[in-house]
């Protein structure tokens, strides 16, 4: 028996890292995912490890920059599941490491087509959905708290995200609906990468944080997730648990 048996989740950018994670610690409690992803060849991957725990997936490659495709996509999850209980937006693309000054309109688009706007246009999509049992986790950042020099196209999408994820939880719990975030810490393999390269990197960054380790996408992110989204987390909502190590403190 898992906690979220029965239930429904639609993961967004979930071909890889922290999504893979989340879509993959959901299956092992039960719930059928469905990978919103454009890497069609990895959605279909991670499709098939969700599949290997037990639960069913819907490998769904699509670009949340453009609104019909989230709505169909939330279609095509009613249609092959019967309903959607949980809405995990998860992916983000963006250009950094920029001063501000250098940073192009096109990478500032970026961040929020594929952060604010994308998350929005899935919430409103999957509203009609979620009524009555529906959960959200919307995937937020620690470097909102600090300024992150470089970021700054991501963290103001973030902080956007932030905002929707509030409003959303004062709107939308009459209607049975909670909604909440994580800030996460779980480097992708690029980063992991950079870190061989340049162990001092890794090191700077460990002693920022209370626990010297790094993140685990599923164990780390994907649990709390998990948790946010079950029944024993139906008092919480415009929350966002801090995932990082304590990296950040709110
Ligand atoms: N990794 C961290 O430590 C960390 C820290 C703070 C916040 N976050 C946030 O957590 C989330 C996941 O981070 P990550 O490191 O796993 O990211 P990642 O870049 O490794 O993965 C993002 C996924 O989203 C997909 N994607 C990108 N653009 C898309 C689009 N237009 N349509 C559909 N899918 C698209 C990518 O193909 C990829 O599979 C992001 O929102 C990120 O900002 C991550």
Redesign the pocket.
Known sequence: MGSLDGKIALV??A?????RGIALALATEGAAVTI????AG?AKKVAAEVEERGASALAYP????DNAQVAACVAATVKRFGGLNILVN????SVVGIPLEETTDAAFALSFA?GPAATFAFMRAAFPHLQGDGRIVN?R??SELSGLPGYSAYVAA?AAVGGLTKVAAREWGAHGITVNAV??????PTTQAKFEEHPEMLDGILRSLSIKRTGD?EQDIGRAVAFLVSPAASYITGCTLMVDGGGSFL
Do not use: V
């Not at 919103?36 to 890497?39: G, H, K, S, T, V």
């Not at 699509?62 to 920059?65: A, F, K, L, N, T």
């Not at 998860?90 to 693309?93: C, G, L, P, Q």
């Not at 800030?183 to 992708?188: K, N």
């Open positions: 967004t950018g071909g890889q890292s922290i999504g919103a992803e454009l890497d990895n699509c670009d949340i920059r998860n992916a983000m693309a594929t995937l950042s620690g973030k800030a996460p810490f779980a480097p992708g996408a």
